[in-house]
Each structure stands twice: as structure tokens, then as C-alpha cells.
């Protein structure tokens, strides 16, 4: 039951009708009626007007009159100069709601065997570090644009590529041989990425104590970063993990299961999932390896150094090294070996890169290299690129350990929420203790994602911990009390023995018939964000479908209704809007709570 599709093709064969004209349906103008307007939908005039030679207000009350009278499901029309609105009849939208209830997966399509596969790449992390809350974006970001392009019909394979080697790597491991005295996550009681974090800190602590003492000898910043033992002896470990030394390997095979255990733990809590992971240490390799057989085929070129590099000034970029003049890769070389290795293990027909927006330039080169060494997907693939996010205090940094850890950023979100709760006198009075401590966690970080997901990804953001739980406005806590809300009212109905399924009320009000529209618009909602990708249409859809069932809660009576098809329609509104809002807020990898 599309209705804007029966409103254009009735369109159609009124202009027909009316002024003996074929008008093509996809150059007519039909879109939701303003809020300040009486009406469902209008219909844009204008591009009739050399049709009917006539003046807009004119065409429009014919057109009108014409749609009225062979449409049924149009009850009135007004006119507002070269702008058509009309008004649905409330009997359609009774039909439409029976017609969602019915549909267990409404807003989304399922994927089979024959349906496009795409690949989403999300968090990236380093492992000599734990997850901050750049990380919790890119995460977020990465895994609810994975579930919407699930939900318009894809397969999805998630993946994850791990910055598991380079001289930061090596860092770590030199400060807990130096000064670590064998400290493991179990002596700790630390989880192994912070541990390992500690270090990665600790060695910019020395190493910057290194050179201050040197440039209080009389050299300049540039001669003591160039004379530093402590660099010396990482890049010396670098040296020796490339060429396969087993100390140091065995070393590096520790500390980063140490951190992966860590990582493992961190994305469970947030809910996110791989289907497959990548390590930067299979993928370098590869990469020279794809590089040097684009070289023997001429697509790049050896400089008198040795080095290899792309000439891409043909295609409006510049010339970009792949491999140094001593034989290592670059970060683009380990893309490309990525690229390589994914493309053998999948059919991928999409490929799409959640990467903060400092890497465009970056991505823009990938694109082009993947499609000169002939991967079909190449040219096609998508940059998701996203802004920063800061916190009012300010920027972060790794290295001086001023970073905001994902994990104490949750238990600060989850102990947030339950400080609110108690403040607000929450009737969760009769759970147990851990029942609560579980609708608190789903409270918190339902509110952290939220705030998260809510912003235009493209855009830089500022979250704000205090904001993002209120439990009013346009947050995560306020969408989930409507869900609660709704499931609170079903079960009241059922245990009052209310037939959801029942009589069927003559009319409905104006707010119940602009409530079902809006779950009507659902599937369209899913399709954009698909499109666009866009997390963000879905969360300002829920939140708007909340703010306009909460109105209605307020001004109607539900269960204390005595019409018995009015209470019976209602209460089936109810189930329906909470539904579609766990749909919603389940493609954004949020939880909904049945009671708060």
C-alpha cells in the first residue's frame, strides 16, 4: 500500500484527463504537507500551468477536484496559491496500520542468496593503546551503517583492520622491558590495552626527558630527536620484528594478546561485532607484493632511489609513494594489501571505509590505485568520512595520556544514568538489584550512542556526558521512556483482556491518523539513510516518532477509553509505535529497555 505511488498515478490520468496531456510521474512534485498547512500531502502546480493555461489557483482547484473524484481515499483539498493540499481520508489510515501490524519485519527488507555484498570497515585500532572515545564514533558510526545497509537488503560482512606493527607498536614493547619488571594484566589486575597504554605513555615520558636533557647540552630540538638512544633502540626493534627476530616476536605476540583480550572485552560491552578481522602484520606484506606486480606492469614507476610510486597528475592528484627506497610499505601500500586480501576472500561488490575525515585526500588515492591494478569495486568504493568529536574540555592525545578511555566512559555513562534514575524516583522499585543495574546500562549507554548517532556524521561534534542522559529532549533516555511507556500500556491492555484485532472506530483523530503516516514513512526513512548513509535520519526519526506519540499520550485516553473500537485501535497504535521505535533504535545498535 504505497500511497504516494496511487497519488501520482492518479495525478497522472487527472492531467490526462483535464488537459488531454501524458506528463511524465517521475517529474511530479508531491511531498509531505508543512506542519503550518492543513493537509497529508501537496502536490507542486507549476510544472502544469503550460498544460492547462490557466492561473496556478485555478489549475489547482481543478486538479482537485478531479483527484477527489476518482480517489476515494481523499477526503478534502485546499488551495494555498500554486500548492495542492490534500487530506487522507482516516479510513486509509486505519487500513494502513492493520496493514504494519501484520508485517513483522516493517521498514526493512531481508537479503537472500542473490543480493549485493557489502563490505563495511570500521574501528581500526592501534594496539599500543586502548579504545577511546574517537573509537566509540567510529564504532558506532561503523556498526549502524552496517545494520541500515543490512536492512535495505544487502549481505554486509563487518570488518576490522588491526594496526598491529610499526614503530608505535615498538614503543610500547621497549617501555615494559625497560621498566615494566614483567607486569602482566593478572599482576595488574589492569586489562591488557590500558596496560599496554601505560607503556605506550611511559615511553613518550622518557623520551621526552631524554630530550630535554640533550638540548640542555646545546642541541637543537631536531639534533636531540635525531641522537635519542630510547628512538634508536625502537627503531632497532622495528628492524629486528621485520626481520622476523624471535625475541621480539614472541615479545610482540604477548602484549598484543594482552590486548586483543582487552579490545574483545571493550566491544562487547558497546555491543559492536566483526565478521571478519584484518591485522596489518598479513596485509603489509601483500601489499608490496600487489604494488610490485603493478610495477612489472607499468601502472607504477621506480625512482633512481629506489622507491616506487603511482603517477596519478593524469587524474588531477599527484605522485604517491607506495614502497620506500629501502623496501617498506607505506599506510597506502597495507590498504591496497588489505584490498587484495579481502577481494580473495569475498565477492565484494561494495566496499565502504568508516575512516574520520582528515584521511579524504587518502581515499580519494586508494580509489583510484585499486582501480588501476583492476579490482572492480575500486573506483565505486565509499569513504564514509566522519568529523571529530571532542569533549568540552578539549582535544585528545595518546601520547600524553589525556585520552578518554571508551571503557571509563561507559562505567561513567551507566553510573550517570543511575544517579538520574534515582533522582527521578524511577518505579523500578520492585526489581531485583541486578535487574536494575541492567536498565541502567542500557539507559547509559542507549544515551552515549544516541548522542553519538544523532549528529550528522560529517560534521565535527562536542559530546557532552550531562546532555546526552537527560531523560527530555531530543536524547536516548527520552526515546527509550516511550518505548517502556508502550509496553507498559500493552500489558495493561492485555491483562485487561483489550482485541487489538477488535471492532474498528468510524474515524480516527487528526494526531492518531499523523501518527500512523509517520510509521507509514518508515520503510522511505530506512531507504534515505541507506542511501545517504545516514545513521542520523534514523535517530531523529525515532525521537520524532516519540515526541508525537508522547503529545498523544498526554491528550487521549487509552485504556480509560469507553468506546471499546476506539480503545481497541489505540491500543494497537501504541503496540505498533513502540515496535517500530525498537526497530529503529536496534538498526542504531541501541537496546531498548521493557521497563524504566
Given amino acids: ?64 477536484e478531479k483527484l477527489k473524484e476518482n480517489l476515494s481515499i481523499i477526503s478534502t483539498f485546499n488551495v494555498v496559491k500554486g500548492f495542492l493540499n490534500l487530506s487522507i481520508a482516516p479510513s486509509y489510515w486505519i487500513e494502513l496500520l492493520k496493514e504494519i501490524d501484520k508485517n513483522e519485519n516493517w521498514g526493512t527488507v531481508a537479503a537472500d542468496g542473490n543480493s549485493p555484498l557489502v563490505m563495511v570497515e570500521y574501528s581500526s585500532p592501534n594496539t599500543n ?16 551503517l552496517s545494520n541500515i545497509i543490512a536492512a535495505n537488503g544487502n549481505r554486509v560482512v563487518k570488518t576490522n583492520i588491526v594496526n598491529d606493527r ?30 599496554i597504554g601505560d607503556y605506550y605513555v611511559a ?28 628512538m634508536a633502540e625502537a627503531r632497532d626493534m622495528l628492524v629486528k620484528w621485520e626481520a622476523g627476530d624471535k625475541e621480539v616476536r614472541a615479545l610482540w605476540e604477548k602484549m598484543n594478546h594482552w590486548v586483543y583480550e582487552g579490545f574483545d572485552e ?48 593524469d587524474d588531477g592528484l599527484d605522485e604517491k609513494l607506495l614502497l620506500r627506497s629501502d623496501g617498506t610499505s607505506v599506510y597506502m601500500t597495507q590498504d591496497i594489501g588489505t584490498a587484495q586480501l579481502r577481494f580473495r576472500d569475498y565477492p565484494i561488490d561494495k566496499m565502504v571505509y568508516v575512516v574520520g575525515n582528515e584521511q579524504n585526500y587518502h581515499f580519494q588515492v586508494l580509489s583510484l590505485l585499486l582501480d588501476k591494478l583492476g579490482f572492480s569495486w575500486g573506483k565505486g568504493l565509499v569513504h564514509f568520512s566522519y568529523g571529530m568529536v571532542e569533549l568540552p574540555e578539549g582535544k585528545m592525545k595518546s601520547r600524553e595520556g589525556t585520552v578518554v578511555d571508551a571503557d571509563d566512559l561507559m562505567d561513567e555513562m551507566i553510573n550517570t ?46 559530546f557532552n556526558p550531562k546532555e546526552s542522559i537527560d531523560f527530555n529532549g531530543n536524547t536516548g533516555p527520552f526515546i527509550q521512556y516511550t518505548y517502556a511507556r508502550t509496553r507498559s500500556i500493552v500489558r495493561k491492555a492485555a491483562e485487561a483482556g483489550v482485541e487489538t484485532n477488535g471492532a474498528v472506530p468510524a474515524t480516527i483523530s487528526e494526531k492518531e491518523c499523523a501518527i500512523v503516516r509517520m510509521l507509514g514513512e518508515f520503510p522511505a526513512v530506512v531507504r534515505q539513510a541507506g542511501t545517504d548513509y545516514s545513521p542520523s535520519d534514523i535517530a ?11 503529545q498523544f499520550y498526554h491528550d487521549f485516553t487509552i485504556l480509560r477509553e469507553e468506546d471499546e473500537a476506539k480503545k481497541s485501535f489505540r491500543v494497537l497504535l501504541t503496540d505498533n509505535v513502540g515496535r517500530t521505535i525498537k526497530t529503529a533504535m536496534g538498526l542504531l545498535g541501541i537496546e531498548v529497555p521493557e521497563r524504566m
Fill in 266 to 313: 571493550t566491544y562487547k560491552r558497546l555491543g559492536v561485532d566483526f565478521d571478519k578481522i584484518y591485522y596489518e602484520s598479513d596485509t603489509y606484506l601483500v601489499g608490496k607484493e600487489t604494488v610490485l606486480g603493478g610495477l612489472e606492469k607499468g601502472i607504477f614507476y621506480r625512482r633512481d632511489d629506489n622507491s616506487v610510486w603511482a603517477d596519478l597528475t
Fill in 417 to 462: 544514568a543511575r544517579e538520574t534514575s534515582e533522582e527521578l524516583g524511577g518505579k523500578l522499585g520492585d526489581l531485583t538489584a541486578d535487574e536494575k543495574a541492567e536498565i541502567n546500562r542500557i539507559i547509559g549507554l542507549g544515551a552515549l550512542k544516541y548522542f553519538m548517532l544523532k549528529v550528522d556524521a560529517r560534521k565535527n561534534m562536542l
Fill in 129 to 144: 593503546k586502548p579504545l577511546h572515545l574517537g573509537h566509540i564514533r567510529n564504532n558506532l558510526l561503523g556498526y549502524a
Fill in 1 to 64: 500500500m504505497n500511497i504516494e505511488k496511487t497519488l501520482t498515478q492518479s495525478v497522472v490520468e487527472a492531467i490526462k484527463s483535464l488537459y488531454g496531456a501524458d506528463f511524465n510521474a517521475e517529474k511530479i512534485q508531491l511531498q509531505k504537507t508543512r506542519k503550518e498547512f492543513e493537509g497529508d500531502f501537496t502536490l507542486v502546480v507549476f510544472p502544469f500551468l503550460s498544460l492547462s493555461k490557466k492561473r496556478p489557483e485555478e489549475t489547482a482547484q481543478e486538479i482537485g
Fill in 203 to 230: 615511553f613518550d615520558k622518557h623520551y621526552k626527558a631524554e630530550l630535554n636533557e640533550l638540548m640542555e647540552k646545546g642541541m637543537s630540538k631536531e639534533e636531540a630527536e635525531a641522537a635519542s638512544p630510547l
Fill in 166 to 195: 610499526g614503530i608505535h607498536i615498538c614503543k610500547s614493547m621497549l617501555a615494559w622491558q625497560k621498566w615494566g619488571n614483567g607486569e602482566t594484566p593478572e599482576s595488574s589486575g589492569k586489562k591488557g590495552d590500558h596496560l
Fill in 540 to 550: 531523529n526519526y525515532a525521537y520524532e516518532l516519540a515526541k508525537e506519540y508522547n
